[in-house]
């Protein structure tokens, strides 16, 4: 308790004595002196007195019933440092006197004194108490306020580093990882260790800059899970953030008037607060880690500095990370186009074996086919000699068509592109079909077009001969489970990857394909059918991807198979 009073304040004495007419005599003395008095009689009562009147002084005689002086000064000074005490003891113990100083008095008076110099002693005390309380309470709050600065310091000491661990954790983890995932997961889960938030979501933007997908979520339970979930970047506050590049923070999700779709779920699921931190690679906004409490202003300036603080790491961590992802891409395109290059080089070299092997096998199959002629003439009609005939006729003939099929599997084709109309020459086809070899009256053909006409560039011949080896695989499939059936012919409008496609699609309820036969139907040769060549899926395949197009093929067992081309359409010119 600081007393700070001016000194014309009246002065307040208690005066502890056993003796009531040094009471009455010193009590007038002293209020002659212009001193309020209070009273003891003992000990006890001059400790109690003490503590509720708070005198400036209390004259305090050595010996009283009770606590007697001595244990009086200790008793009060264990609580009390600011009132001044005077003892005055008899004469001939002065050691007491010296004890008493010990026990924190501050001064001690041998009687018989006079009053001359105890009026003196006491004011001298008094002023003497006074401006010692006043520096030892400055002594007090300089070492409150140290003691302050060094809680402070301490505490932001160890907030350092907790901050330099988790950095470090996460450096860690850019060495020792380079999947995004497992480092988009120790990002979200090492930083809750430093930042109060119930929910994190780091969004990455695709190289494209129009969709984002969710990387990775710290206690998700907004809705189902949207971890791997992919939309536009248009949804997200990202596409701000991505702007101005600062971190972005809202105190009230719930209060603001319009918010895009992904951040409306988060607020949905009753986050209130968000903070989101740019990632940031080469000066471009790569990624945001969504930062998300279900209390409003969960995050103050100083966690968004934290953050800030932090995310250098992780940009370091999350780059290094598509680099890899960039790099192993290329890796895999690189190793696509190696196996294609073989492939293309396969193929010229049977190219030319096979435009060898059909001169020499087509001279004597002329030969043949001339000799058929000569043969059957010589033969009297009908009788097992004309049937042999026959069979060797049909044998030629099927040689004949390998070698025919051979050669349009392995000729090198040059495209014809031209603005052909795609309908026609599917009616065609189908008009044709039905004196394919393999079609039976009991096998229904349709067809639907539903395709917009303009902007396909194909050429006629090959997609026609492609169209017919689907058909007759078709047929053959119907055939295979002996029965009627059906095949139907669409041509759509699709899209890919955001590219326009028309696609041809050839549907059956043949069987289906089986998965051991499904895994090497394009293989040149391949073929479950006797009278197969194993060529027609093949070509069909190479007709494909000389129009840069896709073939597609869904097949379900018992039910049928569809077999779908898809061929690149121009963009629309403006
Ligand atoms: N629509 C289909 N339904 C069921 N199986 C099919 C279908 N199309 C192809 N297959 C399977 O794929 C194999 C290969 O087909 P591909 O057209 O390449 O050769 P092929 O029909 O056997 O002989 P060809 O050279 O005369 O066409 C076929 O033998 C058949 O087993
Ligand atoms: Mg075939």
Redesign the pocket.
Known sequence: MVREEPLRIRRRILIADDNAEIHEMLGDFFMSEGFEVVHAFDGEEAIRQTAENRPHLVLLDMRMPGEDGLNVVRRVRETDLDTAIVLYTAFGSEALGLEALRAGADDYLKKPVSLEVLIERVNAVIIAKEGHNVLRHRAEQRMRESEELYRATAAELAGRVATIDVTQEIARAVLSDLDLQAIAHTIVTQWRRLLPYDRAYIVLIENNRTNCVVLATYADDIGDSVEGWRFPLADTLLANVGQDRQPLRIADLHSQPELPAFAQRIARAGLRSLLIVPVLVRDRVVAGIHLSGFEPSTFTSRHEELATELVGTASIAIQNALLYRDLRESYKSLERAQVELLRKERLAALGQISAVMAHEVRNPLGVIYNSLGAFRKLLPPGGDAQLLLSIVEEEADRLN?IIG?LLDFARPTTLELTPGDLSALVEDVVRGAVTDSAYRPSIEITAEYLHQPNGLLFDVHLVRQALI??L???F??IE?RGGPGRVALRTEDAEIEGRPYVKIS?S?T????PDK?RE???DPF????T??????????KRVVEDHSGILQVE?RQGE??T?SILLPRAPRSP
């Open positions: 068509r099929s080896n689907l007759q695989n078709a053959q499939a295979g050839v059956d043949g069987g289906g394909i036969v090497r139907i394009f391949f073929t479950t059918r009278m197969g060549t194993g060529l027609g899926l093949p070509i069909v097949t049928g198979s077999f």
